[in-house]
């Protein structure tokens, strides 16, 4: 058994457990997310599905098709020779991906903030509480990633929102590296959460822009700065 295995033995299983309600396949995936967004699996780790299996204690089968839903997330590779491998932080790739994110989502919050929707805002106030006590630094980024798909839900434009969620995919292995670096990650982001819903209940469309210009620059920086 490999130091990689061990870890994510000893270090992710105590952490999560599944639950009634999560299929194998559910459980197999969030498994490995948390570990590879808290820093347990470090990028190039090599994902042997038979181990990973007998570790879980599931079949093959789940593993195979959690490893796929992470490939679509970016988190993880298949390399022809290793199989399945842990993503690797590049940071030319993630400033292709936050200069696109920053030219659609400024259009996407342009168009909800003209549309929003008082059901739509409710249920992005309620992501943001919710983030507030998330418990690991996983949690906190696919909530983000909620919170931000939510909100443009109102820009009523579904190729736009097709696209973005691409994008806002292959971030959030960018945004949980940068959380590992940079633990005031979380208050920063927060606080401009609350800035945005705050100029989106105001109507204020400028203001909302404005925030999630500054909102885009924060995992960038922070990961630009320890290249």
Do not use: C
């Not at 800035?195 to 203001?207: T, W």
Request: net charge negative; glycine share 6%; aromatic share 4%.
């Amino acid at each position: 058994m490999t130091d990689d295995q061990r870890s994510l033995r000893d270090i992710v299983l105590p952490q999560i457990a599944p639950t009634s309600r999560q299929t194998a396949h559910e459980f197999v995936r969030e498994t490995l997310r948390q570990a590879i967004l808290n820093g347990h699996l470090a990028g190039g780790t090599r994902l042997v599905q038979a181990e990973l299996a007998e570790l879980l204690d599931v079949s093959t089968t789940p593993v195979r098709e959690a490893l796929r839903d992470l490939v679509a997330d970016g988190l993880v590779r298949f390399d022809p020779h290793r199989g399945g491998v842990v993503s690797e932080i590049k940071v030319e790739e993630m400033e292709e991906v936050y200069d696109l994110r920053m030219l659609l989502e400024v259009k996407a919050m342009e168009l909800a903030a003209e549309n929003m929707r008082p059901d739509v805002l409710d249920r992005a106030r309620s992501i943001h509480v919710q983030m507030r006590s998330a418990p690991h630094s996983a949690e906190w980024v696919m909530m983000n990633r909620d919170f931000h798909m939510t909100i443009y839900e109102a820009a009523d434009s579904p190729k736009l929102l097709a696209i973005l969620r691409g994008l806002i995919d292959s971030s959030v292995m960018y945004v949980g590296a940068a959380w590992q670096v940079h633990p005031n990650l979380r208050e920063q982001g927060g606080a401009d959460h609350e800035e945005i819903l705050r100029m989106l209940a105001a109507g204020d469309g400028a203001g909302a822009v404005e925030a999630i210009k500054r909102h885009m620059t924060i995992p960038r920086t922070v990961l630009a700065l320890t290249s």
